[in-house]
């Protein structure tokens, strides 16, 4: 049932290339240079024609809709707003008549996902859903929607939905540019870049045991930092929640450039900081702020694209990964952050599948 690996998370993991895949089939239409999104076709002029898209969810489904929110606001030019399920839920929301709630949910079933909808539909606006779980309460009860198609994730860490959740707002973002924002020319090569990601995750994943080595040096750390910018961002936030919750490290995900806000006070040597640094328009300033964790003498392990040796110097660590476009990359960038967090986890002991106080999918309120 684990498909050979130790643990449901590991399996999951590396079965993202085939999760993607399966994710995008029948859905990137490359020869007519367009996205079919079946599920939303009744309402697709509806949600085009929204005053505001609001995305609702918890945990890693909250940190795909914060990638949502930046590919929506990029492609489609709609505001977008990313609510913890649960706040939305209890501070009376304005709700206006073209708005339209989105809620992702992995397993359809969360209690403040689900609760977030019922108000979205009482106030009667227009409700979709991203899920994974087909027939789930979340789906059935939202007017329309979009199946991840991953099949069952069942590690109580979120690993393949995430970026399954992450590729079907891409497509939502690029349906809603269609024949709006986006060329024929600029929306063809934005398919292609996107067709090539499963491959992409495929060559991240054989990164696996240079990950394995670097989780081993730091397996007995009591805090960890992620930073990142832009779309990688919500990747940070993402790599902190998958160590905290399996490995049981503390770990915080920022903005990068909030660091200086407040969080540089932590660093000194015992602090590692993982830094997603893609070459991307936010790149150069990225490197001032690892810089400024190195002289601090802070240890950094950094994500960058393959073919950049100018990190090397700096960081005591560098993942190189295939080069995307930028708001393609938390597909890749995501990928080691979770190997990271499973062997760290495994090293010390920790039930993986299973962490201690979590459930897979979380029915009270
Ligand atoms: O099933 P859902 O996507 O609604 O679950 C939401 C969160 O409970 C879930 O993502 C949780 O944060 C995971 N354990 C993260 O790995």
Not at 66 to 89: D, K, M, N, Q, T
Not at 201 to 218: C, F, K, P
Not at 257 to 284: N, Q, S, W
């Amino acid at each position: 049932e684990k498909g050979g690996y130790p643990h449901f998370m590991l399996k999951e993991i590396m079965e993202q290339p085939e999760a993607l895949e399966n994710c995008l089939r029948g859905r990137l239409d490359l020869p007519h240079n367009t996205v079919k999104l079946g599920g939303l076709i009744d309402v697709m002029d509806r949600v085009q024609a929204a005053d505001r898209i609001i995305i609702c969810a918890c945990g890693t489904s909250w940190h795909a809709g914060l990638v949502g929110e930046y590919l929506i606001e990029e492609f489609a030019r709609i505001p977008v707003e990313v609510e913890y399920a649960s706040e939305f839920r209890y501070r009376n929301p304005v709700l206006r008549a073209n708005d339209v709630v989105i809620a992702i949910s992995q397993s359809g079933e969360t209690a403040d996902t689900l609760a977030a909808v019922r108000e979205a539909k009482r106030q009667g606006v227009l409700t979709l859903g991203i899920c994974n779980v087909v027939g789930s309460t979340i789906a059935r009860e939202t007017d329309a929607g979009v199946y991840l198609h991953v099949g069952p994730e069942i590690g109580v860490a979120s690993t393949k939905a995430f970026t399954a959740q992450v590729t079907v707002l891409t497509l939502l973002a690029l349906k809603l540019a269609e024949g709006r924002t986006l060329s024929e020319a600029e929306m063809a090569q934005a398919l292609r870049a996107l067709a090539e990601i499963p491959e992409k995750v495929r060559q991240v994943l054989a990164l696996d045991e240079e990950i394995r080595r670097i989780a081993h040096v730091y397996r007995y750390a009591s805090n960890f930092l992620y930073l990142g910018r832009g779309y990688n961002f919500p990747v940070a936030l993402e790599g902190a929640l998958k160590l905290k919750e399996i490995s049981y490290i503390h770990a915080e995900g920022y903005p990068a450039a909030e660091m200086k806000h407040g969080p540089i006070a932590l660093i000194d040597r015992f602090m590692p900081v993982v830094f997603i640094a893609m070459k991307d328009r936010t790149y150069d300033k990225v490197v001032s702020n690892i810089e400024e964790v190195v002289a601090r003498q802070g240890s950094v392990i950094a994500i960058t694209d393959e073919g950049n040796g100018e990190l090397d110097a700096l960081c005591e660590y560098v993942i190189r990964i295939p080069p995307a476009p930028d708001f393609l990359t938390p597909l890749l960038t995501v990928v080691p952050l979770q190997l990271l967090a499973y062997h760290i986890a495994v090293m010390r002991g920790c039930n993986v599948d299973q962490p201690r106080n979590l459930a897979k999918s979380v029915t009270v309120e």
